[in-house]
């Protein structure tokens, strides 16, 4: 982009007056990040238009990646660095005394996700536009994000995470593009014209969808692809005669009720109210983007709908969106009177679905009383799509009954979403190796066996524009001094960086810039969290959801031990290290919760005892968001990749510490597998169980915590800590996590994720880190082998692999805009 630098400042003043009726000397940070941003955007625009219209001039097929989570990240930094203009926006601003990382640091995060789901999608978006593929994403704009941590007296408190307090400079309101999503009411029918049956909803609930368009840049190009986000409001919502009759709550309860279905991402799901408010956000933004699609193609195509699947694929980003399956049903029979089968035929064509999950409990599943009583219209098309498949299956299995059952789209009193997503859709994909093998041959193997030809995997990746140009520049220009450009688009050329694996002066760079991004780590936590750290340390790091498969809990353990260790031997006398944590719990994960309380609290033991001497040092960075991984992954030393084997689907926080140079300790779980045969198993730290030695323990049953409790005293004793008085002197707090260890708690086996069985190992694993730390050039060379062996995990990649085997996209090049 060719930048004009008099009429950046100029748009940037003007903008200051029109907003805010100020001048640069009186705008306030925030007013000058609004400005900035906003004339960033005017840059934006012209290129956002031409992709539009290049779409609009031929035909061609696009992508609609359909997610209830996009974890973008601050927009500002990534926007300049993928239209090629940071430095020269920075120095425009140096010239105004303008601090451009002040300014940075006003822009919110945006609330649209919560992990590696919402920050996988928003990768993809980028990756699309970046190749020049024409990709959309819709998705729901969160008014209130999922929330914002703060940790008081070591638990975690829930605020609301109010990132639109000020207006978002990055979208553009669409009015004129929004529509009517219908709950509840009674279904009727009445005949069409040629004698059709006609139904229709009577006395249903409505609520109005407005859609919300942000732009995704590409990186060296002017591809601009769009996210449309759908906000909730009733149509209706003031009730004036209510109002004027003091009935204050009453007059605006209907546009309240509309407005919670956009409010919080993953409202707390534990009673009927809360799981009705989920399903209600599900069939909300598939409803509206659907219709969105729909209305469109009819605009420019007409009624001729085999042209559908030509023009549109939708890819289901987990189980979430899969209600629009009898959704685009409803749209075609309902509103443009096709037949069932020919509605089938177009929709079979036109969804494709990316499983993330091996947990049985997540495969999402609604319970019949809750689904027909807010979707009644979608659940008699659900069962007729299950009538029909339910004869399929008793001709293709006549004898197999509890196939049959167990297969059912509806049973058991609920609605599968995941079975239905893989009868209807054209494409099954796991997001790593390991985690598709296993849907094949253990948690789908039965919809494997019927449907061989859908299954596929597609790897995932992350993008190296935001999790290496924007959030390690040092590291980038170190990797462009040695190779070039293009590794921007092309990360594989990394790979070159292997010859300077021995040269000395490469490797004495490579660990004066870890230094110095641990440097910039400390300071942030010094001024937000009063927490002081030895940047000298080992940076040991797990940032992730907390979840109990994940295992934060034997990472906290293992701490303990060293505590224990330091505290009982002398002669003890380990590397400084430096334990740090970042995790949201959800909101009703009461023992997800527990353990965050049980690291905070080890944390105020072992940081406040001088016996310690800087040995050890446990930290929990509050409310972690994508702006403070982009300063953790490249301050990182060892990457805490931990989860049970067999449990993890792929992680993409293990990529981004790869890339930044943190070694993998990491068990033989998810995309862990292919990071250890991409750099090699000697250039990180294996350990663990492996998924066939669990699934031969589970199948045996022979799985025992109390044998590894008494072949191991040091264990036993830290699990004996959990509840002797010795973090908490109730006996109480964290009772739960010690009896799921050791007994089982709520109907489950003792230690389900296998923490006891793996402690030893892990223990080890920790062992070789601190032995192999203290060779820092060694350490440095298996730093450079693993950034440089990482081009394999970026989105591009998985993008260009999504594009041959299931999307079949042809790149759409946008010609320069005369505006700029």
Not at 51 to 67: A, D, H, I, W
Not at 109 to 132: E, I, M, P, V
Not at 189 to 212: C, H, M, S, W
Request: glycine fraction near 6%; proline fraction near 4%; include cysteine.
């Amino acid at each position: 982009m060719k930048f004009n630098a008099e009429k950046f400042r100029e748009n940037l003043a003007a903008r200051l007056r029109r907003q805010y009726g100020k001048d640069i000397s009186q705008a306030n940070e925030h007013d000058l990040f609004d400005a900035v941003s906003a004339s960033v955007q005017e840059l934006i625009l012209p290129s956002w238009m031409a992709t539009r219209r290049e779409y609009e001039k031929k035909p061609v097929k696009q992508l609609y990646y359909l997610s209830a989570e996009f974890l973008m990240g601050r927009a500002l930094s990534n926007n300049l660095i993928n239209l090629g203009i940071k430095d020269e926006v920075k120095k425009v601003l140096d010239e105004m005394n303008i601090n451009f990382n002040v300014i940075e640091d006003e822009e919110p995060d945006a609330g649209l996700g919560n992990g590696g789901l919402g920050r996988l999608a928003a990768c993809f978006l980028d990756s699309l536009a970046t190749l020049d593929y024409p990709g959309h994403g819709y998705g729901i704009r969160y008014e209130y994000g999922m929330f914002e941590q703060h940790i008081e007296n070591g638990y975690q408190v829930e605020y609301p995470d109010n990132w639109l307090k000020h207006r978002d400079p990055w979208e553009v309101k669409r009015s004129d593009l929004a529509v009517t999503v219908k709950f509840g009411g009674e279904i009727k029918y009445g005949k069409t014209p040629d004698g059709q049956d006609r139904f229709y909803l009577e006395n249903a609930e409505e609520v109005i969808a407005t859609p919300y368009d942000m732009p995704v840049v590409g990186f060296d190009t002017n591809t601009v692809n769009t996210l449309r986000l759908w906000q909730a409001s009733s149509p209706n919502g003031f009730d004036l005669q209510l109002f004027n009759d003091m009935r204050y709550n009453e007059a605006v309860f209907k546009q309240n009720d509309a407005e919670n279905i956009t409010r919080v991402l993953y409202p707390n799901d534990n009673g009927p109210q809360g799981k009705t408010l989920r399903l209600k956000q599900q069939y909300f933004f598939c409803s509206a983007s659907l219709q969105d699609l729909v209305h469109h193609f009819v605009a420019d195509y007409g009624t001729d709908f085999a042209k559908f699947p030509e023009l549109h694929v939708i890819q289901l980003n987990d189980t979430h969106p899969v209600v629009a399956i009898p959704e685009l049903m409803r749209i075609l029979m309902d509103e443009y009177s096709m037949g069932w089968n020919e509605a089938w035929d177009i929709v079979t064509k036109t969804f494709a679905y990316t499983n993330h999950t091996i947990l049985a409990e997540a495969l999402e599943k609604w319970d019949i009383s809750i689904f027909q009583s807010l979707l009644p219209r979608i659940y008699q098309i659900v069962e007729e799509i299950n009538r029909r498949f339910l004869i399929e299956l008793r001709a293709k299995f006549p004898d197999d009954y509890q196939k049959q059952n167990r297969m059912s789209i509806i049973h058991d009193g609920k609605v599968y979403m995941a079975w239905l997503a893989i009868h209807a859709g054209f494409s099954v994909n796991g997001v790593a190796a390991l985690h598709t093998e296993l849907l094949k041959n253990v948690e789908l193997k039965d919809w494997y066996g019927l449907y061989p030809q859908k299954f596929n995997n597609k790897t995932n990746g992350i993008t190296q524009r935001r999790w290496l140009c924007s959030a390690n520049p040092e590291l980038a220009k170190f990797i462009t001094d040695r190779i070039g450009h293009g590794w921007e688009k092309n990360l594989s050329k990394l790979k070159e960086l292997e010859k300077f694996a021995d040269d000395e002066k490469s490797l004495d760079e490579l660990i004066s810039i870890k230094r110095h991004n641990k440097e910039i780590l400390v300071d942030y936590l010094k001024h937000h969290q009063n927490e002081f750290l030895d940047p000298d340390s080992i940076f040991d790091v797990q940032v992730k959801r907390l979840h109990e498969y994940k295992r934060q809990l034997l990472n906290v353990l293992h701490i303990m031990y060293l505590y224990n260790r330091i505290i009982e031997d002398p002669t003890f006398n380990p590397p400084n290290r430096t334990f740090i944590f970042g995790a949201k719990a959800a909101s009703g994960y009461r023992r997800a919760k527990a353990i965050i309380k049980l690291i905070n609290t080890v944390a105020e033991r072992v940081n406040n005892d001088r016996r310690v001497g800087g040995k050890l040092r446990v930290v929990f960075i509050e409310n972690y968001r994508v702006s403070v991984a982009e300063k953790i992954f490249p301050a990182a030393d060892v990457s805490e990749q931990i989860s049970t084997a067999g449990k993890e689907a792929s992680g993409t926080s293990n990529m981004k510490f790869m890339v930044n140079g943190a070694l993998t300790l990491g068990t033989l779980d998810g995309a862990n597998i292919e990071i250890f045969e991409e750099a090699g198993k000697e250039n990180g730290f294996p350990f663990g169980l492996t998924t066939e030695e669990i699934q031969k323990m589970e199948k045996e049953h022979s799985y025992s915590p109390q044998q590894y409790l008494e072949r191991n005293p040091a264990l036993a004793k830290v699990v004996g800590q959990l509840i002797d008085g010795t973090y908490d002197p109730s006996h109480q707090i964290f009772k739960e996590i010690h009896d799921s260890l050791v007994y089982g708690v709520e109907g489950q086996r003792p230690d389900v994720y296998y923490v006891l069985a793996d402690f030893e190992l892990y223990c080890k694993a920790q062992e070789e880190i601190a032995k192999a730390y203290t060779d820092k050039k060694a350490w440095a060379r298996k730093t450079l082998i693993n950034i440089a062996n990482s081009g394999k995990f970026s989105s591009d990649r998985t993008i260009e692999d999504y594009v041959r085997d299931i999307w079949h996209l042809n790149k759409v090049e946008v010609a320069d805009s005369d505006v700029k």
